[in-house]
């Protein structure tokens, strides 16, 4: 939790963001991500100042499991001093302890945000999955939080200004934003209109600038002049020599008297592999995503 520290910004965990949003995919499956369609809504997590401390956090508690359909969990909250947001006991269930910093007790507000991320701590241990280490396992939380419906709230909580400043989570605001972009444009939701920090919409929109970049790489057929361009030189070299260059999110391997080429799929980054022959429809076997490519 940066709390009146600097707060990071950019994209410096993508890599580990793509990769969790294909794990999630795999375990999880087509069908049961699609389950996910609508996002917590502020009304169900909504903490009062004059609602009762614990009452109001294990309500907006329940309402997390019940978004993330995990009836037999039941979470057991308090509060103390700790330099983390906050932490779960991951343990064999159904209760599961979540601790959260006493900051939360006088910023009720941050407390569904909160709860988002630790409950969903206990979604993957259910689910049995996790990423090497305490750092891609935490991008994966938030990721996976996100994608499924309730990371606008861990955004939302993120305000800066000259002063101070506050930001939940693993991901920078800007990472937060893309993967809420990559959902919003999944789904056809806009979390936007839920955001109550003016920081949370600036963030929103540099997210979505990046996810609609994953659209437009070749071989897609939406790629622009430049990348289109390099693309047909690099395919001339598919075979071959020094191949695309640094950066390339494609690339070429013989097949017969042909060449294929592999690329990430911009909804899931499954790599998918197809004949380099022009004009092709392909369909992600993992995601059902289909995409015009000009290969």
Known sequence: MANGG??????????????????LYKRLSYDTIQTFASSVVPADVAFCDTDDLYLGTQRVARELVRHYRLPDARIIVSFREMTHAANVELAAGPEYFVELNDRFRTHRRDIGAALAHEIMHVYLH???????GTRDNEILTDTATTYLGAGWLLLDAYREDGASSQKLGYLTPEEFGYVLAKRALVFGEDPSVWFTSPQAYTAYGKGMVEARRDEQQPPLTAAGWAGRRRYARDRRHGGG??????GAPYTFSPDGGGLRVSFPCP???????VPVKGRVRARCGLCRTVLECDT
């Open 241 to 246: 020599g020094p191949g695309p260059g640094p």
């Open 126 to 132: 259910r689910l049995d999955l996790s990423f090497p």
């Open 267 to 273: 909804t899931c980054h499954q790599r998918i592999r």
């Open 6 to 23: 600097p707060v990071e910004h950019g994209y410096p965990h993508l890599e580990t963001v793509r990769a969790a949003v294909t794990a």
